[in-house]
Protein backbone atom coordinates (compact mmCIF):
# COMPACT_ATOMS: atom_id res chain seq x y z
CA UNK A 1 0.00 0.00 0.00
CA UNK A 2 1.35 3.67 -1.36
CA UNK A 3 0.73 7.08 0.28
CA UNK A 4 0.81 9.52 -2.49
CA UNK A 5 0.77 12.82 -2.67
CA UNK A 6 2.00 15.22 -5.75
CA UNK A 7 4.62 13.26 -7.09
CA UNK A 8 5.60 11.58 -4.55
CA UNK A 9 4.97 7.82 -3.63
CA UNK A 10 6.10 6.19 -0.01
CA UNK A 11 5.71 2.65 0.83
CA UNK A 12 3.53 2.19 4.18
CA UNK A 13 2.61 -1.37 4.28
CA UNK A 14 3.33 -4.50 2.90
CA UNK A 15 2.39 -8.04 3.10
CA UNK A 16 3.04 -11.48 1.71
CA UNK A 17 -0.18 -13.27 0.18
CA UNK A 18 -0.91 -16.85 0.52
CA UNK A 19 -2.40 -17.68 -2.38
CA UNK A 20 -4.05 -20.75 -0.23
CA UNK A 21 -6.64 -18.16 1.67
CA UNK A 22 -9.25 -17.29 -0.33
CA UNK A 23 -9.49 -13.57 -0.06
CA UNK A 24 -6.20 -13.07 1.62
CA UNK A 25 -5.05 -9.76 -0.75
CA UNK A 26 -8.77 -8.53 0.60
CA UNK A 27 -7.93 -9.56 4.15
CA UNK A 28 -4.92 -7.85 4.11
CA UNK A 29 -5.58 -4.86 2.10
CA UNK A 30 -8.35 -4.01 4.77
CA UNK A 31 -5.93 -4.59 7.89
CA UNK A 32 -3.90 -2.19 6.10
CA UNK A 33 -6.62 0.71 5.58
CA UNK A 34 -7.45 -0.30 9.30
CA UNK A 35 -3.90 0.37 10.82
CA UNK A 36 -3.63 3.35 8.59
CA UNK A 37 -3.25 6.52 10.49
CA UNK A 38 -2.91 9.82 8.24
CA UNK A 39 -0.57 12.90 8.75
CA UNK A 40 -1.59 15.52 10.96
CA UNK A 41 -1.40 17.68 8.17
CA UNK A 42 -3.65 15.37 5.68
CA UNK A 43 -7.23 17.27 5.32
CA UNK A 44 -8.39 14.37 2.83
CA UNK A 45 -7.88 10.64 1.90
CA UNK A 46 -8.83 9.06 -0.95
CA UNK A 47 -8.44 5.50 -1.87
CA UNK A 48 -7.89 4.69 -5.34
CA UNK A 49 -7.55 0.66 -6.05
CA UNK A 50 -8.08 -1.61 -9.01
CA UNK A 51 -11.33 -3.97 -9.12
CA UNK A 52 -9.69 -7.03 -7.59
CA UNK A 53 -9.62 -5.10 -4.48
CA UNK A 54 -13.01 -3.68 -4.63
CA UNK A 55 -14.79 -6.24 -1.96
CA UNK A 56 -18.01 -4.88 0.02
CA UNK A 57 -16.55 -5.30 3.36
CA UNK A 58 -13.18 -2.97 1.75
CA UNK A 59 -15.70 -0.33 0.50
CA UNK A 60 -17.79 -0.48 3.65
CA UNK A 61 -15.30 0.18 5.47
CA UNK A 62 -13.37 3.58 3.69
CA UNK A 63 -17.12 4.63 3.75
CA UNK A 64 -16.91 4.30 7.33
CA UNK A 65 -13.58 5.96 7.72
CA UNK A 66 -14.99 8.81 6.11
CA UNK A 67 -12.79 8.43 3.01
CA UNK A 68 -13.29 8.69 -0.09
CA UNK A 69 -12.39 6.15 -2.73
CA UNK A 70 -12.16 5.62 -6.47
CA UNK A 71 -12.27 1.48 -7.56
CA UNK A 72 -12.38 -0.09 -10.74
CA UNK A 73 -15.66 -2.00 -10.88
CA UNK A 74 -16.50 -5.78 -11.86
CA UNK A 75 -19.39 -5.88 -14.39
CA UNK A 76 -20.88 -8.53 -12.36
CA UNK A 77 -22.19 -5.71 -9.85
CA UNK A 78 -25.99 -4.87 -9.75
CA UNK A 79 -28.02 -1.62 -9.11
CA UNK A 80 -30.76 -1.85 -7.12
CA UNK A 81 -33.49 -2.63 -9.68
CA UNK A 82 -30.94 -5.84 -10.49
CA UNK A 83 -29.56 -4.47 -13.39
CA UNK A 84 -26.03 -5.62 -14.20
CA UNK A 85 -23.81 -2.70 -14.94
CA UNK A 86 -22.50 -4.96 -18.25
CA UNK A 87 -25.99 -4.60 -19.32
CA UNK A 88 -25.93 -1.05 -18.87
CA UNK A 89 -23.07 -0.88 -20.53
CA UNK A 90 -23.82 -2.74 -23.29
CA UNK A 91 -26.63 -0.81 -24.08
CA UNK A 92 -25.35 2.69 -23.57
CA UNK A 93 -24.58 4.40 -26.74
CA UNK A 94 -22.23 6.14 -28.49
CA UNK A 95 -23.45 9.33 -28.05
CA UNK A 96 -23.81 9.53 -24.31
CA UNK A 97 -20.28 9.76 -24.55
CA UNK A 98 -18.36 12.38 -23.62
CA UNK A 99 -14.49 13.56 -24.14
CA UNK A 100 -12.86 14.32 -20.58
CA UNK A 101 -9.23 14.76 -19.77
CA UNK A 102 -7.47 13.49 -17.35
CA UNK A 103 -4.28 14.17 -16.19
CA UNK A 104 -0.84 11.62 -14.50
CA UNK A 105 1.03 12.69 -11.27
CA UNK A 106 3.86 13.92 -13.61
CA UNK A 107 1.51 16.24 -15.19
CA UNK A 108 0.60 14.24 -18.76
CA UNK A 109 -2.51 14.63 -20.19
CA UNK A 110 -4.54 11.81 -21.18
CA UNK A 111 -8.22 11.63 -23.01
CA UNK A 112 -10.86 9.03 -22.35
CA UNK A 113 -14.58 9.27 -23.46
CA UNK A 114 -16.64 8.84 -20.86
CA UNK A 115 -20.54 8.63 -19.26
CA UNK A 116 -21.20 9.74 -16.44
CA UNK A 117 -24.42 8.56 -13.93
CA UNK A 118 -25.49 8.69 -10.27
CA UNK A 119 -27.18 5.37 -9.27
CA UNK A 120 -27.91 3.28 -6.37
CA UNK A 121 -25.37 0.09 -5.98
CA UNK A 122 -26.17 -2.90 -4.31
CA UNK A 123 -23.93 -2.82 -0.71
CA UNK A 124 -23.03 0.59 -1.86
CA UNK A 125 -25.52 3.04 -1.63
CA UNK A 126 -26.05 6.25 -3.91
CA UNK A 127 -22.64 6.07 -5.99
CA UNK A 128 -20.88 8.54 -9.23
CA UNK A 129 -20.25 5.46 -11.74
CA UNK A 130 -18.35 6.00 -14.77
CA UNK A 131 -18.06 4.10 -17.89
CA UNK A 132 -14.60 5.44 -19.69
CA UNK A 133 -12.67 3.83 -22.92
CA UNK A 134 -10.06 5.33 -25.19
CA UNK A 135 -11.77 5.33 -28.40
CA UNK A 136 -15.34 6.69 -28.87
CA UNK A 137 -16.19 3.64 -30.87
CA UNK A 138 -14.79 1.22 -28.58
CA UNK A 139 -16.84 -1.58 -27.92
CA UNK A 140 -18.54 -2.46 -24.32
CA UNK A 141 -15.83 -5.11 -23.94
CA UNK A 142 -13.18 -2.15 -24.14
CA UNK A 143 -15.16 -0.03 -21.25
CA UNK A 144 -13.96 0.24 -17.56
CA UNK A 145 -16.19 1.03 -15.20
CA UNK A 146 -15.01 3.00 -12.13
CA UNK A 147 -16.96 3.93 -9.16
CA UNK A 148 -16.53 6.71 -6.38
CA UNK A 149 -18.17 8.26 -3.61
CA UNK A 150 -16.95 11.81 -3.78
CA UNK A 151 -19.18 14.44 -3.97
CA UNK A 152 -21.27 14.56 -6.95
CA UNK A 153 -19.43 18.05 -7.63
CA UNK A 154 -16.65 16.53 -7.84
CA UNK A 155 -15.60 17.07 -12.22
CA UNK A 156 -15.13 13.41 -14.25
CA UNK A 157 -11.81 14.65 -15.14
CA UNK A 158 -10.76 14.77 -11.22
CA UNK A 159 -12.25 11.19 -10.87
CA UNK A 160 -10.12 9.90 -13.78
CA UNK A 161 -6.90 11.76 -12.68
CA UNK A 162 -7.61 10.07 -9.47
CA UNK A 163 -7.63 6.40 -10.51
CA UNK A 164 -4.37 7.04 -12.81
CA UNK A 165 -2.94 7.85 -9.31
CA UNK A 166 -3.22 3.88 -8.89
CA UNK A 167 -0.37 3.50 -11.53
CA UNK A 168 1.97 4.35 -8.72
CA UNK A 169 1.54 1.04 -7.13
CA UNK A 170 2.81 -0.50 -10.96
CA UNK A 171 5.59 2.07 -11.12
CA UNK A 172 6.75 1.37 -7.65
CA UNK A 173 6.39 -2.87 -8.32
CA UNK A 174 8.67 -1.97 -11.58
CA UNK A 175 11.23 0.03 -9.61
CA UNK A 176 11.67 -2.53 -6.84
CA UNK A 177 12.10 -5.47 -9.06
CA UNK A 178 14.45 -3.60 -11.81
CA UNK A 179 16.52 -1.97 -8.84
CA UNK A 180 16.22 -3.81 -5.74
CA UNK A 181 15.35 -6.96 -7.31
CA UNK A 182 12.46 -8.39 -5.14
CA UNK A 183 11.49 -11.39 -5.44
CA UNK A 184 15.11 -12.31 -7.02
CA UNK A 185 16.74 -13.51 -3.66
CA UNK A 186 17.92 -17.37 -3.47
CA UNK A 187 15.53 -18.68 -0.54
CA UNK A 188 14.47 -22.12 0.90
CA UNK A 189 10.49 -22.80 1.27
CA UNK A 190 10.71 -21.73 4.57
CA UNK A 191 7.77 -19.07 4.85
CA UNK A 192 9.54 -16.76 6.98
CA UNK A 193 12.34 -16.44 4.80
CA UNK A 194 10.32 -16.14 1.83
CA UNK A 195 8.80 -12.80 3.69
CA UNK A 196 11.80 -11.32 4.20
CA UNK A 197 13.17 -11.76 0.92
CA UNK A 198 10.09 -10.35 -0.28
CA UNK A 199 10.13 -7.34 2.50
CA UNK A 200 13.96 -6.10 2.56
CA UNK A 201 14.12 -4.47 -0.85
CA UNK A 202 10.73 -2.35 0.38
CA UNK A 203 13.00 -1.91 3.65
CA UNK A 204 15.68 -0.77 1.56
CA UNK A 205 13.58 1.45 -0.72
CA UNK A 206 12.68 3.42 2.47
CA UNK A 207 16.04 3.76 3.58
CA UNK A 208 16.62 5.48 0.47
CA UNK A 209 13.65 7.65 1.03
CA UNK A 210 14.56 8.63 4.07
CA UNK A 211 18.30 9.36 3.47
CA UNK A 212 17.75 11.43 0.44
CA UNK A 213 14.56 11.87 -0.81
CA UNK A 214 14.23 15.71 0.25
CA UNK A 215 16.94 16.15 -1.46
CA UNK A 216 14.89 16.16 -4.82
CA UNK A 217 11.97 18.96 -5.88
CA UNK A 218 8.66 18.32 -4.53
CA UNK A 219 7.24 18.84 -7.68
CA UNK A 220 9.35 15.86 -9.60
CA UNK A 221 9.61 13.61 -6.70
CA UNK A 222 12.17 10.95 -6.67
CA UNK A 223 12.70 7.75 -8.63
CA UNK A 224 14.54 5.08 -6.95
CA UNK A 225 17.49 5.34 -9.80
CA UNK A 226 17.84 8.94 -8.59
CA UNK A 227 18.05 7.74 -4.55
CA UNK A 228 20.50 5.07 -5.74
CA UNK A 229 22.51 6.70 -7.55
CA UNK A 230 22.81 9.53 -5.08
CA UNK A 231 23.76 6.78 -2.30
CA UNK A 232 26.56 5.62 -4.61
CA UNK A 233 28.06 8.86 -5.04
CA UNK A 234 28.07 9.00 -1.15
CA UNK A 235 29.39 5.71 -0.90
CA UNK A 236 32.72 6.76 -3.12
CA UNK A 237 32.99 9.84 -1.19
CA UNK A 238 33.52 8.73 1.39
CA UNK A 239 35.67 5.55 0.55
CA UNK A 240 37.81 8.54 -1.41
CA UNK A 241 38.04 10.16 1.89
CA UNK A 242 39.25 6.93 4.09
CA UNK A 243 41.80 6.90 1.48
CA UNK A 244 42.91 9.77 0.78
CA UNK A 245 43.47 10.10 4.90
CA UNK A 246 45.29 6.96 5.16
CA UNK A 247 48.03 7.97 2.71
CA UNK A 248 48.02 11.38 4.43
CA UNK A 249 48.49 9.98 7.65
CA UNK A 250 51.23 7.44 5.97
CA UNK A 251 53.04 10.16 4.27
CA UNK A 252 53.06 12.26 7.58
CA UNK A 253 54.82 9.18 9.04
CA UNK A 254 57.28 9.12 6.50
CA UNK A 255 58.42 12.68 7.03
CA UNK A 256 58.15 12.36 10.54
CA UNK A 257 61.33 9.46 10.39
CA UNK A 258 63.28 11.34 7.17
Same mark, same amino acid.
Given at each position: ?? $???????? %??????????????? #??????????????????????????????? @?????? $?????????????????????????? $????????????????????????????? =??????????????????????????????? #?????? =????????????????? !??????????????????? =?????? +?? /?? %?????????? /?? +????? %?????????????? =??????????????????? /????? @?? !?
Amino acid at each position: ML $AQWGCHRV %PVRAAVVDPQIPGHQ #NLLFRQMLQDFVPPTWVKEVVVEAAAAFAAK @ATLKLI $AEQGWGYVFGLARTWKLADGTHLRDV $ARHTTHGCYHRYVAHKPDGRRKCYWVFRR =TAYVRHLGHVTILFSKRRRNDGPQRIKLIVT #NLAEAT =TTGTILSHYHRRWGVEV !AFKELKSGLHLGQMQVTKE =TQRVER +GL /LL %PILAYLLLLR /LY +GREFS %PEHGASLWQLKRRF =TEEIYQEQYNRSEHRWRKK /LDQYR @AA !A
